[in-house]
């Protein structure tokens, strides 16, 4: 069923939403930012559905049953809700990167342009959503710009972009922006904790390697979460640490992509958190070990704990902190992460 109330934790992009759907006071452009899995997509489908609902432009939006907790959602029986749901909707019309391809280009635009100029047939709008906009060429983006320029009023482009500063500024300046936040953790927990009925720990554990992206984190399954983190434990075990080729290996092996080294620092910065968590409630006196995301790993946190201060962890906690930032540009992921667990190494004081 297509409605907001599946969309967790966005109360803000949601509340503009709403609020267009309730004045019906349309932009020719919306941008939606933000980051992979927390909801954008889901969000505009279930807009731009509510937007060519024929139970919500024909009657009173404040009339029932299309009223659900004060919110307008999309009524899912009527025809033109039915056909956005089924993709063949003929006054909606997506587009994306073509698989195997990297880009949107500027045919696939100007054949867009080339659709828009027909006056809707069924709804009295024409919509068009261009997923993951961040990849439009220069040329397509200056395509695009054009099309909004001479845009009919009856047509909407809803554009979604995780990089946003990927778009030119021209472009940025014409959409109204529906920005989208990641959850946090223990939002993602509590969602799981409900909708999956897990426990706190298999929640908090899959929360925790999801870094707020809910869509990921509905996708993973516990089992296979515990194995990842199984696989992620040996950064931090002292034996893998203490041994030079070991640790060389382990950096290798976690930074084969920019996935797994993001999985690898999700890990890091997790478990680092438990250890100051273990430090300012020094240790013995941690009674509810529920507050750690790794609970079960209490002992082995303990005797990090132990060999290291607060300072210390927060500084390894900004050091992860500013390799996370810089991921996305051409670093030597590698480098990184050895480094990082050649300072681990120092700090457990072992040589061999
Ligand atoms: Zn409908």
């Not at 939606?32 to 432009?57: H, W, Y």
């Not at 976690?254 to 250890?275: C, G, K, P, Q, W």
Request: aromatic fraction near 6%; glycine fraction near 4%.
């Amino acid at each position: 069923m297509a409605s907001f109330h599946e969309i967790f934790g966005q109360a803000r992009p949601i509340k503009i939403l709403q609020s267009i759907l309730q004045t019906q006071n349309v932009p020719n452009a919306l941008l939606f930012t933000g980051e992979d899995g927390i909801g954008k997509r889901s969000s505009a489908m279930i807009f731009i559905q509510a937007l060519l609902c024929q139970n919500i432009s024909l009657n009173n939006p404040l009339n029932p049953p299309f009223l659900k907790g004060g919110d307008i959602n999309p009524c899912d029986t009527c025809l033109p809700c039915k056909k956005i749901q089924s993709g063949n909707h003929p006054d909606f019309l997506t587009i994306a990167p073509i698989e195997g391809e990297r880009s949107i280009k500027i045919n696939d635009i100007l054949a867009m342009q080339d659709m828009i100029h027909f006056e809707p047939i069924d709804a009295k709008r024409k919509v068009v959503l261009i997923a993951e906009a961040e990849t439009m060429t220069a040329q397509a983006q200056n395509s695009l710009l054009k099309t909004l320029e001479e845009a009919p009023p009856y047509a909407l482009l809803v554009l979604i972009a995780a990089k946003p500063g990927l778009l030119a500024p021209t472009l940025l300046s014409r959409c109204q922006k529906v920005p989208f936040s990641p959850l946090s953790l223990s939002q993602i927990e509590s969602i799981l904790m409900e909708k999956k009925r897990w426990s706190t720990g298999d929640a908090r554990l899959v929360a925790a390697f999801t870094g707020g992206k809910l869509g990921e984190a509905l996708s993973l399954e516990k089992e296979e979460a515990r194995a990842k983190e199984e696989a992620l434990n040996s950064l931090v075990k002292e034996e893998n640490l203490s041994h030079y080729n070991t640790l060389f290996e382990m950096a290798k092996s976690h930074t084969a992509n920019v996935e797994s080294m993001e999985h690898a620092l999700y890990y890091l910065s997790a478990y680092f958190r438990d250890i100051l968590v273990m430090l300012m409630v020094k240790g013995d006196a941690l009674t509810d070990s529920s507050i750690l995301v790794f609970s079960w790993r209490k002992e082995e946190i303990m005797r990090w704990a132990n060999k290291m201060s607060t300072e210390d962890v927060t500084r390894f906690l900004a050091d992860i902190a500013a390799i996370q930032q810089t991921l996305s540009r051409n670093i030597n992921k590698q480098l990184a992460l050895e480094t990082l667990l050649m300072q681990m190494r120092d700090k457990l004081g072992t040589t061999v």
